[in-house]
């Protein structure tokens, strides 16, 4: 038996036709052809060990029933919720049941005749009884009332021994709550100084520990006192954790630290801490979120969720523990469990990426995460947020042999290393200096964040590019400064967004990384299924560790300021931000043209010429292209678009006119590309670069990342990296030159009438009428997609037919079961 992951490849209804154009040279995500390795859109490469069992939509949690005969999943994403049964010895899946709301939590009856899990904001916990290997109906344990009357949306789940008692950690209220399981009554509840995410019990049951989620420490609860009685220190974002057999020693993941803590419960303290990344470095980006020991208790397996691998580690002798390798897995990994001889894994985003040539505007009328409003759907639907499935991994535990080969493989899959980050790729002579402190003829950074556009969106009309014409709606009638731009500068067909949806892609697009309670938590609200929008410097849980690009200018005394983005109007919630932001810029709202964006500007851009005083790094936003869809009354979609496109023009003429130029550069990128369809992959989107010192009416087919525009960005303005993976990504130097051409950029004029508004009454408009754009996303992009979809095509226009690209996932072989 072959101990790599063996592959069956799916190859649905591929057509030739998309792909002509597309150079042969060009790297795009999909199967490598080497070492049964999948390239992801970000860069990193998937090669998983073992078989798999495909599950749902972003599996959180995996529990192990006590005589080992169950697994239980519960799928916390964006789309469809379920709580999963599978029978361990065949490794098949045995019931699946959906849900109107869950998440994390999740715990079998040690009797086995009970699975319990968390209702989300439901604000319940969900009583399966388990009957000939089926889930029933589930019963439920109210804690409060259902979102928005009631803030609880329970977390990690503990039961007693004896069946009588379940614990349950909030992650919206902040508290233990204690349950009668006879009478199914909530019986005492304790504050918590912190976001909750996972409880466990000591063997003795006197004692509950619960991980901080978003903070740095552990409490202790006494049970029988009913009150915190301890607090130990940990890394940063503990999340999950597990006790030995004896309740001695817990092992604690801190999710933004890379790092376990070791804690001997006897004295409450750490007694070591174990780094989990691939190398010695401080960077983020391994995400440690999963921990399982061995049945000897002798090795701890630990998941990192944004290496996409288990680290392994000898733990035999706590406190002196030492690392053993590393084990190759799928996309995500969100929790580790053992059972004898085997490991599992639950892979929170599976095992490829993929294409959406199919959406998201599809015939459709579900908000933004497919979760169902009583509104028929289309079969095919292909939104971003909803079309990676997770699975399960069965791994052979691996001889000594067999770990040196896992732990080559995972390097081999792993384009972060620690040499980097000193000297990152480039070439002698290049404006993009290679090395942090070296020099660039470049002095100031203009970085736009647009709103959520795919590549095939826009620029599919590029007859040059690697586009398809067909899913092109704001081509070059309505967006001719960005053609202009593309043509004049460099046309870039191979670029992707690190990021899924807004809530993940303005803190991918300002750290080059999205926390852990980033990840795991926007699929819930986006899945309209309660809880808050506060991802861009809202919540504080959220933010990385070290903070964001504006922090780091401020620790290397970069001057920078921000219009638009993580601010509105003069106001922000990030402390690095405040007395470094335009007063006169708005945020985010669709009622603002870009326009008004824009003057505010030129307004604060040409005081601080005058005072000599503009900022090296400027971050501005231009969010008009997200739409109002057909929102009666609302600018039309392809006027926002046209009208965001002036606004880009005009700034760019604007600052090349300015006395700057000379050694100025500008990088437009859109925070996501969860908008719109296409053909090579969900996360393809447009970026542009300009300045004199950027190569003209040049291709570019290399594969770029918003991480490597970031990059990019950090060597021109001498700032360390922020993550793992903006220092593996590689910087876009290849778009630019020592030979400057100092032209001026001459903005096109709208082919389109930007005050043009929405006027027809249709099925469309009513449904734009019951959208949220208070903020980005709040509006069901499902539906908000079909409707701009018509707006372009025609209220009756019928969609092409569903195309995917290739679509690896590992399979068991027939001899296996």
Same mark, same amino acid.
């Given at each position: ?8 490849? %799916?190859?649905?209804?591929? %057509? ?43 599996? #959180? ?59 989300? @904001?439901?604000?319940? %916990? ?9 889930? !029933? ?31 349950? /950690? ?15 009554? /909530? ?48 890394? !940063? ?101 053992? #059972? ?112 959520? $556009? ?70 819930? @609200? ?139 550069? /500008? ?89 043009? $508004? ?44 569903? $195309? ?14």
């Amino acid at each position: 038996m072959n101990h790599f992951y063996k592959v069956g490849v %799916i190859l649905a209804s591929i %057509i030739i036709s998309l792909f002509q154009g597309k150079p042969a040279s060009a790297q795009t995500p999909g199967p490598t052809g080497h070492a049964q390795q999948v390239l992801l859109p970000n860069g990193w490469k998937l090669s998983p060990a073992g078989t798999a069992l495909t599950l749902g939509d972003l599996p #959180l949690n995996l529990q192990v029933s006590p005589s080992g005969k169950y697994a239980a999943v519960t799928n916390n994403g964006e789309s469809t919720q379920t709580v999963q049964l599978i029978d361990l010895k065949h490794e098949k899946l045995l019931d699946t049941k959906v849900v109107g709301k869950s998440w994390y939590g999740l715990a079998f009856s040690h009797n086995e005749k009970h699975l319990y899990a968390s209702g989300g @904001y439901d604000n319940i %916990i969900l009583d399966f009884h388990i009957d000939n290997n089926q889930l !029933s109906v589930p019963d439920t344990i109210r804690l409060a009332k259902p979102w928005p009357k009631g803030r609880v949306c329970p977390t990690g789940i503990a039961v007693s021994k004896n069946d009588l008692v379940l614990y349950s /950690v909030t992650k919206e209220d902040n508290r233990i709550y204690t349950i009668d399981l006879k009478s199914k009554k /909530v019986i005492d509840s304790v504050p918590l100084p912190g976001i909750a995410y996972s409880c466990v019990l000591s063997p003795n049951q006197k004692k509950l520990y619960v991980s901080l989620w978003g903070k740095n420490h552990v409490v202790v609860y006494n049970t029988a006192k009913k009150k915190i009685t301890g607090e130990i220190k940990t890394g !940063s974002h503990p999340n999950e954790l597990v006790l030995n057999k004896k309740g001695t020693i817990l092992f604690v993941a801190n999710a933004n630290d890379n790092t376990v803590s070791v804690i001997n419960t006897g004295k409450n303290k750490v007694i070591e801490t174990l780094s989990a990344a691939l190398y010695p470095t401080r960077l983020t980006g391994s995400t440690t979120d999963g921990l399982a020991l061995s049945k000897d208790e002798k090795t701890l397996y630990i998941a990192n969720a944004d290496n996409n691998c288990l680290a392994v580690f000898d733990v035999s002798e706590p406190g002196d523990s030492k690392s053993k390798g590393f084990i190759p897995v799928g996309w995500y990994p969100t929790n580790v469990k053992t #059972l004898g001889n085997k490991i599992l894994v639950t892979n929170g985003k599976g095992f490829s990426s993929m294409a959406n040539p199919d959406g998201p505007q599809p015939v459709s009328k579900k908000d933004d995460s497919g979760y169902q409003q009583g509104i028929s759907v289309k079969k095919h639907v292909q939104y971003i947020a909803g079309l990676f499935k997770g699975a399960l991994s069965f791994i052979d535990n691996p001889d000594e042999a067999l770990l040196k080969k896992y732990t080559r493989q995972v390097y081999a899959n792993t384009p972060f290393n620690e040499k980097k980050v000193k000297d990152a790729p480039g070439e002698k002579g290049n404006p993009i200096p290679r090395k942090k402190g070296d020099a660039s003829p470049i002095k100031y950074v203009f970085y736009i964040i647009k709103e959520n $556009r795919t590549y095939d969106q826009v620029m599919g009309d590029v007859k040059k590019g690697n586009g398809v014409d067909s899913l092109c709606i704001f081509g070059k009638k309505v967006t001719p400064n960005h053609h202009a731009i593309a043509n004049d500068f460099v046309l870039l067909d191979n670029f992707y967004t690190d990021a899924e949806v807004s809530a993940d892609g303005h803190n991918w697009s300002t750290a080059a990384y999205a926390t852990d309670v980033v990840e795991k938590t926007w699929p819930t @609200y986006y899945g309209s299924r309660g809880g808050t929008y506060g991802y861009e410097g809202q919540m504080k849980a959220s933010y990385p560790r070290d903070g964001y690009i504006w922090n780091y200018c401020q620790r290397a005394g970069v001057s920078y300021r921000s219009y638009g983005e993580f601010c509105n109007m003069g106001k922000t919630s990030l402390k690095a931000l405040k007395g470094h932001i335009c007063p006169k810029s708005p945020g985010f709202d669709l009622s603002i043209k870009d326009q008004v964006r824009v003057d505010a500007w030129m307004h604060d851009f040409d005081s601080l010429v005058t005072r000599h005083a503009v900022p090296h790094f400027n971050t501005i936003r231009l969010s008009n292209d997200h739409t109002s869809g057909q929102h009666l009354g609302s600018i039309a979609p392809r006027a926002a678009v046209a009208d965001n496109d002036l606004a880009l023009g005009r700034f760019l003429e604007h600052l090349s006119l300015s006395p700057i130029w000379k050694e100025s550069v /500008v990088f437009v990128l859109e925070d996501d590309a969860q908008n719109g369809p296409d053909h090579v992959d969900a996360h393809r989107s447009p970026v542009f670069v300009a300045g004199p010192y950027v190569k003209r009416n040049a291709v570019i087919h290399d594969m770029y990342s918003t991480s490597g525009v970031l990059r990019t960005i950090e060597l021109i303005l001498g700032l360390p990296p922020m993550s793992q993976y903006d220092a593996a990504a590689t910087p876009l130097y290849k778009c630019f030159t020592n030979h400057p051409d100092f032209t001026p950029y001459e903005h096109k004029p709208a082919n389109i009438d930007l005050n043009k $508004r929405n006027v027809a009454v249709n099925a469309s408009s009513r449904l734009s009428a019951t959208f949220d754009f208070s903020h980005e996303d709040a509006a069901p992009d499902i539906a908000l997609n079909e409707v701009i979809w018509k707006a372009i095509k025609g209220e009756n226009a019928v969609m092409p037919a569903p $195309r995917h690209s290739a679509f690896v996932v590992p399979v068991k072989d027939d001899d296996d079961d």
